[in-house]
């Protein structure tokens, strides 16, 4: 197992299609690292350099102690799983997760011990002797990586290996991802435009846009502390409502639906702002405090129910616990705790946070 | 499908079974001249039964020969036949394959030009330019040879464009993958393009087969001595200008035979081509 550096990468498609724009990210041995964004934004193109498939236009990448920029994919000691699984069609599923060993010269005895410890793991023995045409797609997807278990290497890396799969069968197989790094415990960085894949599986969350990094940290901290305007409304469905703002004393900023309290402590801002809240922040209040707020619409989720509604002029949703209480057309109250208020620069769009 | 009732479901039987009459009777025809005396077929009135000489004239015809002109058993013209087109086929296929897979999987300078050159040649067959390949042939000593009939007729801008096409739609995650499997570019040709153009290859081989097999300008030009002679050459040189000279029979019977291998390779490859197209699957 190896940690990942990288520094200062930059990728350059021909005809000047600037993919990745100067990306510095330290993946630490272990850890299992989700690079997130919307598609186009280069994630794709970031892990392609790691395994060697994309060169690399400027920057240093390292994966352990060794500087990989100039070394060919197969001596990386890394192993990818592709979104299209990539078997081999005419090989069987034994002969498709022996190959890489047996390029390798691994004696046969010692692939034929890892290839049926890997099926054992990913519960594929009953197929080993088929082909990749006669198996499902979550079968494909265990074969495709059982390949990369049994090559043991340094660097796991995943590109979007479950948006080929339904969505019930997604959340199978995320479990298992899991699970896998959980007990194999191998450096992985997994690429994917689901925020929910990315919240539930990673240690480490690289939010992306356009060719640049985001932010980094862990799926908690990018939630609550998000540090720019992207990443808050990237992070979190239904999305934050963003309404501008304008500071008129400490602690207390202008919206286009009144007044609300924030942590001034957190923040340091004045003059014209972007303000933030998260939908599930905000709350319907008794009585005469708080903001007024008519609900036109409201959708029913189970177990919270969703209110759109304008905010003054801006329209915003609110989630709120299901609850007998009728809310359509209903002029209620809302109320947002200080500490769920975020605030971003109008124009660069980054948290004013301290 | 169209579903049809009652009577007219019998149609496409009717219509399928007169084509193969069309097609089949010249054929019949033929296998029935092939097992009459010569003067029978020669006075005008064909038979439609076959005759009584079914074993004389196919062992004259296939260990004598005709006592015309060319006096070669044409066991010798099947084999030259045989030989021309199974390495016209496979040479075809393997140069094609091979500057297919330089073309769209390595990047190199001029590779586009170098497509495009192959791609041109399409308008150059033998015919066209005969009297310098000829040249350069007979210059190299390759008259009355196997190489001299065979590697003229090789460069095959129809296959490496075939080839290429089909290389297209192989994904390139399979080229990645093989990449990090540790596969250099000659064991990807081998372990991966090479198993997947199985049918391909089949399918080619039936088409360059009879297309060598046909050949007749190139070798009548090429070949001089009589033992390396083809069989589509050996039928023409049995038919004398005196028509009750020739031994039809004997030619009938050359046709008859000539027909049989291409037929094999058809069914052969076919079981072949069939059983690759339910195997593999990109
Ligand atoms: N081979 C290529 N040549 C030119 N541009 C490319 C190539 N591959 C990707 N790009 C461009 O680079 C950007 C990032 O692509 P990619 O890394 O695939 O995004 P993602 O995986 O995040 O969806 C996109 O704008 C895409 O059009
Ligand atoms: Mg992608």
Redo the contacts with the bound molecule.
């Keep these: 197992m190896a940690s990942v550096e990288l520094t200062n990468i930059k990728?350059v498609?021909?005809?000047n299609?600037?993919?990745?724009r100067d990306v510095s990210l330290t993946v630490p041995n272990g850890s299992f690292t989700v690079?997130l964004?919307?598609?186009?934004?280069?994630?794709?193109?970031?892990?392609?350099m790691i395994a060697g498939l994309?060169t690399i236009t400027s920057g240093t990448c390292k994966i352990g102690e060794r500087v990989v920029n100039e070394i060919e994919p197969a001596e990386r000691d890394i192993a990818m799983v592709f979104q299209n699984y990539a078997l081999y069609p005419h090989m069987s599923v034994y002969d498709n997760m022996a190959y890489g060993l047996k390029n390798r010269g691994t004696p046969k005895s010692e692939i034929e011990k890892r290839v049926r410890e890997a099926a054992a793991l990913l519960a594929i023995e009953d197929y080993l002797t088929r082909k990749p045409r006669a198996l499902s797609g979550g079968q494909r997807q265990r074969v495709a990586m059982g390949r990369a278990i049994v090559r043991e290497p340094q660097v796991f890396l995943f590109?979007?290996p479950l948006s080929n799969l339904d969505a019930k069968l997604r959340v199978t197989m995320r479990l298992e991802i899991k699970r896998l790094h959980n007990r194999l415990n191998a450096t992985s960085i997994f690429?994917t435009?689901d925020q929910v894949e990315a919240m539930t599986l990673a240690d480490q969350v690289v939010v992306?846009n356009a060719?640049k990094i985001e932010q980094i940290g862990a799926p908690g901290e990018v939630y609550k502390h998000p540090a720019s305007r992207f990443v808050a409304s990237f992070i979190g469905a239904p999305a934050m409502n963003l309404m501008p703002g304008r500071i008129a004393e400490a602690g207390s900023v202008e919206t286009p639906g009144g007044k609300l309290p924030f942590d001034a402590k957190r923040f340091s801002a004045s003059g014209e702002v972007e303000v933030g809240i998260r939908p599930e922040d905000i709350r319907t209040a008794d009585g005469a405090n708080g903001v007024p707020f008519k609900a036109e619409l409201v959708e029913e989720l189970g177990a919270t129910r969703l209110l759109h509604g304008n905010f003054g002029t801006t329209p915003i949703i609110v989630a709120i616990p299901a609850s007998g209480t009728q809310y359509e057309s209903k002029e209620v109250r809302l109320t947002v705790d200080p500490a769920a208020v975020h605030l971003f620069d109008r124009t660069t769009g980054r948290s004013l946070a301290r | 499908m169209v579903e049809h009732r009652g009577w007219s479901r019998y149609i496409p039987y009717l219509v399928l079974s007169l084509g193969v009459a069309i097609v089949a009777f010249p054929v019949y025809l033929c296998f029935v001249g092939s097992t009459h005396p010569q003067d029978v077929i020669a006075n005008g009135n064909m038979p439609i039964t076959p005759g009584p000489l079914f074993f004389e004239t196919y062992y004259k015809t296939l260990f004598v020969g005709s006592s015309g002109s060319t006096r070669e058993p044409v066991s010798t013209m099947l084999l030259n036949s045989f030989i021309m087109a199974s390495m016209i086929a496979i040479g075809k296929i393997a140069i094609s394959i091979i500057s297919a897979y330089s073309v769209v999987y390595f990047k190199f300078p001029f590779r586009m030009a170098a497509f495009w050159l192959i791609f041109v040649t399409l308008m150059l067959p033998v015919e066209v330019r005969i009297y310098p390949t000829y040249k350069i042939a007979s210059d190299l000593h390759l008259l009355d040879s196997y190489a001299g009939l065979t590697i003229p007729l090789i460069a095959s801008a129809t296959a490496t464009l075939f080839f290429r096409q089909f290389f297209l739609t192989i994904p390139d995650e399979l080229v990645e993958a093989s990449k990090l499997d540790g596969a250099g570019p000659l064991r990807f040709f081998w372990d991966t393009v090479l198993p997947l153009s199985r049918t391909n290859i089949a399918a080619l081989f039936v088409i360059l087969f009879i297309y060598g097999w046909n050949q007749y300008l190139w070798p009548i030009l090429i070949t001089t001595r009589d033992d390396m002679q083809t069989i589509v050459i050996g039928i023409k040189k049995m038919i004398v200008t005196a028509d009750a000279l020739t031994e039809w029979n004997v030619v009938l019977a050359t046709a008859m035979l000539a027909m049989l291998p291409p037929v094999m390779v058809v069914i052969l490859m076919q079981r072949w081509f069939v059983k690759g197209l339910v195997e593999t699957e990109k």
Excluded: F, I, N
């Design positions: 990728k498609y021909p005809g299609v600037e993919a990745v690079l964004g919307p598609s186009g934004c280069g994630k794709s193109t970031l892990l392609r994309e590109d979007e690429v435009h992306m060719g």
